[in-house]
């Protein structure tokens, strides 16, 4: 019985990370994103530190302060759910080789325990890193001993369990009816809106003020005597008990908590087993692609157009037509501006107008700039202007095509498809923050300015360092040098600008100036580059 | 015209292609020969483009593919082997892509999609991505693109493998009626007996050596004179 999980477990590892460790750049990536965030962790960890001393200090004499390993535990199980919910739905249903597995003689529990290998991983490093510094601290704080300890580090591990179980519950119960509609590609892109929709959700749930004594003061004051806990963990039990686990005094209240953990834990991995056997199949069989339409003769007949015209045509229809590039390239660079309407809406909203208007002329400059490198800078679009081929590159190895027009065409591609967000974006600032004429014009200005240079950026990262040989697109956009490396080019260029603009605090239309010269300079010099680079590669370096 | 001239082609230590000098006439059905792992994609590939020659080279009408790449590529068309290209696009989008790529015009180009897309019966499904196409159909909508470009050399890497007779039967008259004219067409396949039935001239390649060029009568008159050959040949018919 154990045979196949352990055979499947194996291929899996395998396909996932195989050589991915032996190849320096993936080490040096590798180091670098843990450094990024380490720094972010220390950045925010201090903030948190600081709200759960604070806390800890105000609800210590009521003994209401358990509150913060109940809120903990609450945190972790909506973090995990939320999480587990986008890496089941991707991992159970969405790969392409999940119908490879399909024909083998194993029970779906089994190939499923095997796919949940890799988001479990994902799942506990995300726990950890949030689970660990906050109950270790609060273990210092109330000075629990090394029996906390051990029962923490017990917890730890039934923690995303419970979770993970449900949300693949949840998926596969749902995907049976996703599933009647017959279109992988269109569930796909369904889900991933959904997964984008909860992660907007979560961003309202979580957002905090900025001040730890307020966040401390709102959560203090709601604490009228005891029995905040329950108040707190009446949704989510588990986490009542968990919290009382490792707070008696008692040994024996103590086991008998954790055996009543254990058993939820036991009984949610039953459900996982029941819901795999009973509803995976009915939802993952015969998810396909086809359309099923007979071609009537549109689009028969076409102008001819350029070659860099029709290469152009051929990239959009490509991410418009592959859910992930979709979901990446496109609906997911319509988050930052959604986001940015969901904070300015649940604010005040005509502070966010009267900031605005209280900015000076370039104070509101140096606010729009920033805006805009932030909202394009991110957006993978052009880093996988040439990954995102994959096997089919080696068509462009044998079709009569010169290197500047497949250039020139996807950072074409790449440039009109940064149009949307920046379209989003303008609307939102010139509705929203009601800008003048005048600085709405300059805000369009500056986000194309913006775009050329991070569609160059991006680009020339992707051509250093492809990745072609993926065998599913999501690869693209986990753990790629060439992301960070386009990030920290574009984030670093033009943030080099932004401080110089501040340090330098000239009027607006110097600055304005001033911007247009620098990112002149900078796109002058990209080319450049890219221009050197065309002539001495051999365009065959690719194919690696 | 295809001239190879002493290409090699390793990779890593391994020769997958040594000193192969051959030349592919006009007006000719080229049949290329060999086993499974003989070298016969890799030579494609490096006549294609695909892959860096590693010394001699290579014309195509005259044009050397290192040195004077594009237009060499003008030259000829090329149906690959695994057939998994561009697998988002629809098929009427790749046509068209194709057609654009090598300056067909408008209305050239719909005749000729209309015509051969219902010839290989794949008309019907050009509005579908070639993702959700058969082997055999991404095989035909290779072929009918290579055929809305209407190059003077065809290349086809194991054109046969996947097409159902009659597409096959089609395909063979189409090479027939190409070469009539003056044309080359360049294919490979270890199925004997498509060269014999096809094939004006054949190369024999294994393990990376040329063991035998010339026409098929000679090719006859060989086989049974010489062991290697026969010993090949087995091989050949055994894995058909
Ligand atoms: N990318 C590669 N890296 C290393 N070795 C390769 C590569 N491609 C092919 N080879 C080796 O080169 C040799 C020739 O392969 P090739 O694909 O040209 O054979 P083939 O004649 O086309 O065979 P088949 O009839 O199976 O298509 C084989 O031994 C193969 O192992
Ligand atoms: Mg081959």
Redesign the interface.
């Known amino acids: 019985m154990h045979k196949p999980i352990r055979a499947l477990i194996r291929i899996q590892l395998k396909m996932q990370y195989h050589n991915v460790f032996k190849k320096p750049s993936v080490i040096i990536g590798f180091v670098f994103g843990l450094l990024g965030i380490l720094f972010l962790g220390l950045m925010l960890g201090g903030f948190v530190l600081q709200v759960i001393d604070l806390i800890y200090t105000m609800l210590e004499p009521s003994g209401n302060s358990d509150i913060i390993l109940g809120s903990l535990f609450l945190m972790n199980f909506i973090v995990v759910l939320l999480l587990s919910l986008t890496l089941i739905m991707n991992g159970f249903y969405f790969t392409e080789d999940i119908t490879s597995f399909l024909h083998f003689p194993v029970h779906s529990y089994q190939l499923l325990i095997a796919k949940s290998v890799n988001p479990l991983v994902y799942v506990y490093l995300v726990t950890a890193a949030t689970y660990f510094p906050v109950s270790m601290y609060y273990g210092v704080l109330s000075g629990a001993g090394i029996v906390y300890s051990i029962f923490a580090l017990l917890l730890f591990f039934v923690i995303p369990i419970i979770p993970y179980s449900l949300a693949s519950v949840i998926v596969m119960f749902a995907m049976q009816f996703v599933n009647k509609g017959k279109n992988k590609d269109r569930s796909k892109v369904i889900g991933g809106i959904l997964g984008f929709i909860l992660l907007i959700l979560l961003n309202i749930v979580l957002r905090l003020q900025h001040d730890p004594e307020k966040v401390a003061e709102t959560i203090a004051s709601s604490a009228e005597g005891g029995g905040m806990l329950q108040m707190a963990t009446m949704y989510y039990p588990p986490a009542w008990l968990m919290t009382n686990q490792l707070t008696t005094d008692s040994l024996w209240m103590r086991l008998l908590y954790l055996i009543i953990v254990l058993v939820i834990a036991l009984v949610s991995f039953w459900l996982f087993y029941a819901a795999s056997q009973k509803l995976y199949l009915k939802g993952a069989l015969g998810l396909?692609?086809?359309?099923?339409?007979?071609?009537?003769g549109?689009?028969?007949?076409?102008?001819?157009?350029?070659?860099v015209?029709?290469?152009r045509?051929?990239e959009i229809?490509?991410i418009f037509?592959?859910p992930t590039f979709f979901l990446q390239c496109v609906a997911g660079t319509l988050i930052m501006p959604a986001l940015l309407v969901v904070i300015v809406f649940m604010g005040d909203f005509t502070s966010a107008a009267s900031l605005a208007k209280s900015l000076d002329g370039s104070g509101l400059y140096v606010a729009i700039l920033a805006v805009n490198i932030l909202t394009i800078g991110l957006n993978p679009v052009s880093i996988v202007s040439f990954s995102k081929d994959g096997?089919?590159w080696?068509?462009h190895?044998?079709?009569?095509?010169?290197m500047w027009q497949i250039v020139l065409a996807k950072l074409q591609a790449a440039f009109l498809i940064n149009l949307l967000p920046i379209t989003v974006m303008f609307l939102v600032a010139v509705f929203v923050l009601q800008l003048t004429i005048w600085q709405a014009m300059l805000w369009l200005f500056l986000a194309l300015l913006v775009n050329a240079a991070v569609t160059i950026i991006g680009m020339l990262s992707d051509l250093f360092y492809p990745k072609l040989g993926w065998s599913e697109e999501t690869e693209l956009f986990q753990n790629r040098l060439a992301s960070l490396i386009a990030i920290v080019l574009s984030v670093g260029s033009l943030g080099i600008l932004i401080a110089l603009l501040l340090v330098l605090n000239m009027q607006m239309f110097v600055s304005l100036l001033f911007t247009v010269l620098y990112i002149s300079l900078l796109v002058a010099a990209l080319l450049y580059t890219v221009s050197r680079l065309l002539r001495s590669a051999?365009r065959?370096t690719l194919?690696k | 015209m295809i001239q190879l001239d002493h290409v090699h082609k390793q990779y890593g230590s391994k020769k997958a292609v040594n000193d192969i000098h051959l030349t592919i006439p006009s007006g000719k059905i080229f049949g290329f020969l060999g086993p499974n792992g003989a070298g016969k994609s890799t030579t494609i590939k490096m006549v294609t483009g695909i892959l860096p020659i590693d010394s001699g080279s290579i014309t195509i009408n005259g044009k050397d593919i290192s040195t004077n790449t594009i237009a060499a590529k003008h030259e000829f068309g090329y149906v690959p082997d695994s057939p998994d290209l561009f697998l988002r696009l629809n098929g009427i989008d790749y046509l068209h892509f194709i057609g654009d790529i090598y300056g067909i015009s408008a209305d050239d180009r719909t005749a000729r999609i209309e015509e051969y897309a219902n010839m290989f019966s794949i008309y019907e499904a050009l509005s579908d991505q070639i993702k959700t196409y058969s082997h055999g159909m991404r095989q035909k909508l290779f072929i009918t693109g290579m055929l809305v470009q209407q190059p003077s050399v065809w290349i086809l890497d194991e054109p046969m493998t996947g097409l159902d007779p009659k597409s096959s039967y089609q395909l063979k008259e189409l090479m027939r009626q190409h070469t009539a004219k003056g044309n080359t067409v360049f294919f490979s396949s270890h199925v004997l007996e498509v060269v014999e039935q096809l094939c004006d001239e054949v190369a024999i390649i294994r393990k990376g050596e040329l063991l035998f060029h010339g026409t098929l009568p000679k090719m006859r008159e060989k086989f049974h004179s010489d062991e290697s050959l026969e010993h090949i040949f087995l091989e050949l018919t055994q894995d058909a």
Do not use: I, W
């Open positions: 396909n692609t086809g359309s099923g339409k007979q071609f009537n549109k689009g028969l007949y076409r102008k001819q157009t350029s070659v015209h029709a290469y045509k051929k229809q490509t037509r592959t096997h089919s080696e068509a190895l044998f079709l009569p095509l010169k051999n065959t194919t």
